[in-house]
């Protein structure tokens, strides 16, 4: 069976666990909500998980390859407790290095990497979703060039993975700019949002990749987006979606930025 790919938000720092033994704020609930039903969600249990995170960049998509990666606890001034959270799941050398082999394939350069730890666009989205850290993971970098076409043409080429029992998960932010809060971001952020979803949705797959690599002549698209890394890998979810329809199966606003994550397939 083939697994659909995704683009999902991975909130702020480590939203969903500042308050030890209660639920968020409740603005992170409706996110922290979606994140959790994300596995029962599939048609059915992945082996395996392959992310991409906004906060990884590389010279070349690097596949990390460790058997049991540590945690980088990359975000700052957070209660000290943030920084002793723990989510043990096993890497997957193997999945990394088949992925390597299929971007190899398709023309791109790689490397691997074995030390760095997961960041938090990784292990705090996967404590919601997977929260036992059954399922194994590995971890690819953005190409540092952050070209869209490019990471589009990354997730075609790793997307016999979703039929080899392996979820392809782009994890970042649909709006990401740290300056701007507040209710008076919202009527814009909305109008970034609406245009953005009308790409990705697009019913024609060649259009939808044109329409999402363009992404700068969105309305409001460098105010969403100063820099381009949290957008990325929207990109290499969308391009592992092929031609399969695609769906937006979260929105909600947080701190006045309107925040949605897509289905692919």
Do not use: K
């Not at 639920?23 to 249990?45: H, K």
């Not at 989510?87 to 193997?94: E, L, S």
């Amino acid at each position: 069976m083939t697994l659909p790919s995704l683009f999902v938000p991975h909130g702020g720092g480590p939203c969903f666990f500042l308050n030890p033994g209660e639920a968020p704020d409740p603005m992170w609930r409706p996110m922290q909500a979606y994140l959790a039903g994300l596995i029962a969600s599939l048609p059915e249990r992945p082996r395996a998980i392959l992310m991409i995170s906004g906060h990884w960049e590389a010279p070349v998509p690097t596949v990390h390859v460790g058997e049991r990666p540590e945690l980088l606890f990359d975000y700052y001034g957070f209660p000290e407790h943030t920084y002793h959270l723990r989510w043990d799941a096993a890497g997957a050398p193997d999945v990394a290095r088949r992925a390597a082999g299929l971007l190899q394939a398709a023309g791109f350069a790689t490397a691997e990497e074995a030390g760095r730890g997961w960041d938090h666009g990784v292990f705090i989205p996967m404590m919601v979703a997977v929260p036992d850290a059954e399922l194994p993971l590995m971890q690819l970098s953005l190409d540092r060039s952050l070209d869209p076409a490019a990471h589009i043409a990354m997730g075609r080429a790793l997307a016999p993975l979703r039929d080899e029992g392996v979820l392809i998960v782009g994890s970042g932010m649909s709006f990401h700019n740290l300056r701007a809060r507040g209710p008076s971001v919202t009527p814009v952020a909305d109008e970034w949002d609406r245009a953005l979803t009308a790409a990705v949705t697009d019913a024609d797959p060649a259009r939808r990749a044109a329409r999402v690599a363009d992404w700068e002549a969105l309305p409001h698209a460098r105010f969403a987006h100063p820099e381009a890394e949290h957008l990325l890998p929207l990109m290499v979810a969308l391009g592992a979606g092929g031609d399969d329809p695609a769906v937006c199966d979260y929105r909600d606003t947080v701190m006045g930025w309107v925040v949605s994550g897509y289905r692919f397939g």
